[in-house]
């Protein structure tokens, strides 16, 4: 599978998967892989708002930003939930 990118690329390539699986012209075959891929966009998608979350509480906590610890980062590329 292709490296997520960024948020904004993810939501979109999440966007078309979506939309190719509404359509049901798919194999069996594809389908599956479209939903694992659209699974692994997804995972993306929400640990990103969930870090940009913490980011703002601390913003708001203390009135100035402060780099988020790593636990609170973003996965490195290639990283799944599942790889952790």
Do not use: W
Not at 32 to 60: D, K, P, V, W
């Amino acid at each position: 599978m292709d490296t997520i990118k960024d948020f904004e690329s993810a939501i979109a390539e999440l966007d078309a998967i979506v939309k190719r699986m509404e359509e049901g012209d798919l194999t069996l075959e594809k389908s599956m892989e479209l939903y694992e891929r659209g699974l692994q966009l997804s995972r993306f998608c929400h640990t990103t708002l969930e870090a940009a979350e913490r980011r703002i509480e601390i913003l708001n906590e203390r009135g100035e930003l402060k780099p988020a610890p790593p636990s609170m980062g973003l996965p490195a590329d290639g990283e799944t939930e599942r790889g952790r």
